[in-house]
């Protein structure tokens, strides 16, 4: 991969070009300090990350106020550089976030301030329905648009109906079969992404995301990609998330796979994507309608009709378990937290009264 800077510039040009606009502007203004320079990151890590201002590529450490706080930034952010390190993280207008599959672990920030999210599924014997369908949620809920884009095209022998297979799945999101072999499906992609709009690619492993973002950038990205393995699992080739600026001026945030797609609280998001089965549920007969065995539900009359997919019902009603699991776990975590100050006080009651 190359080292010279992508995003170098001498006029606000560079900055606009890589999707600073008045709000951002603003939420700078607020933050910062005469000398201070806003810069976005295009990566970031442990360490620190990298930046693009308007005048340089560079990396820099993020200040230890920042992280003592949990507030380092993430790939997209638009933060405030002073003195040689990033000290403040500018408010995020999006958020891909993932929750964690361990109880004790934050939700993880994928990326931050995008358009678009680019929900990538292969085709061919290894397309999921399901797995759409959940990352669909997650996409919902960043405040981005989903956009669905399925990944070798070639391989399937009616990529067609995998296509509207798809936009059931999806309504209200734009979708595309493409094939980085033979390039179907690139040109109407690349359209959807306007200049100086952002977009994240998010799909398990082998599922073509850095060839397809290398494509789109023609050729110019750099990112390193990997064949699919013979057991039909993809390498892990892309082993961080990175900003990349597309052909058409659009850029880019480039992802690992990934192996769980943990869901924070998306009720909300949840009736985004199934936003069909929603629809419906408006016309049950009862507000509280389980959709099981109920009279009157418009629901299960449709999935009796061939109207609504058993399975897709069936997810539906998955997703909306966990966000129950889910609201009880931090149920309990509110109880012990609660539990813990209440100790905390009263051994500091005993100590004050033995004084």
Excluded at 27 to 40: E, H, I, K, Q, T
Excluded at 63 to 74: F, N, W, Y
Excluded at 127 to 141: F, G, M, S
Aim: with cysteine; hydrophobic share 40%; glycine share 8%.
């Amino acid at each position: 991969m190359s080292n010279a800077p992508r995003f170098a510039g001498h006029s606000s040009e560079a900055l606009s070009a890589l999707g600073w606009d008045e709000s951002f502007s603003e939420s700078f203004a607020a933050l910062s300090a005469p000398g201070d320079v806003p810069a976005r990151v295009l990566r970031a890590d442990l360490g620190g990350c990298v930046v693009a201002s308007e005048e340089k590529e560079e990396r820099l450490p993020v200040s230890a106020r920042l992280r003592v706080k949990g507030l380092s930034p993430t790939t997209g952010d638009w933060v405030v550089v002073r003195g040689g390190e990033v000290v403040q993280v500018l408010e995020r207008r999006t958020a891909v976030v993932r929750a964690s599959t361990e109880e004790s672990r934050a939700p993880q920030v994928l990326a931050a301030n995008v358009e678009f999210v680019l929900v990538a599924e292969p085709l061919g014997e290894r397309w999921r329905p399901r797995r759409l369908e959940r990352l669909l949620v997650v996409a919902w809920q960043s405040g981005a648009l989903p956009v669905v884009v399925l990944t070798k095209a070639d391989r399937d022998e009616d990529p067609g109906q995998a296509v509207t297979a798809a936009r059931k799945l999806a309504p209200g999101a734009a979708v595309h079969a493409v094939s980085a072999r033979d390039g179907t499906g690139l040109a109407a992609l690349g359209e959807e992404l306007a200049p100086g709009t952002t977009a994240v690619i998010l799909g398990r492993s082998g599922a073509g995301k850095s060839t397809l973002a290398n494509l789109l950038a023609g050729g110019e990205a750099g990112l390193e990609v990997g064949d699919t393995r013979e057991d039909g699992k993809g390498r892990h080739t892309t082993v961080r998330r990175e900003l990349v600026r597309l052909a058409s001026g659009a850029l880019l945030i480039d992802t690992p796979g990934l192996r769980a797609i943990g869901l924070t609280d998306s009720v909300e998001a949840i009736a985004e994507a199934f936003s069909d089965v929603e629809e419906l549920a408006a016309s049950c007969r009862f507000n509280d309608c389980a959709h099981d065995s109920e009279p009157g539900c418009a629901v299960t009359a449709a999935v009796t009709v061939g109207d609504l997919a058993r399975d897709r019902l069936a997810s539906y009603r998955a997703l909306l378990r966990e966000q129950l699991r889910l609201a009880a776990r931090s149920d309990r975590r509110l109880r012990a937290a609660q539990a813990a100050e209440f100790r905390a006080r009263s051994r500091q009651l005993h100590r004050t009264e033995r004084r």
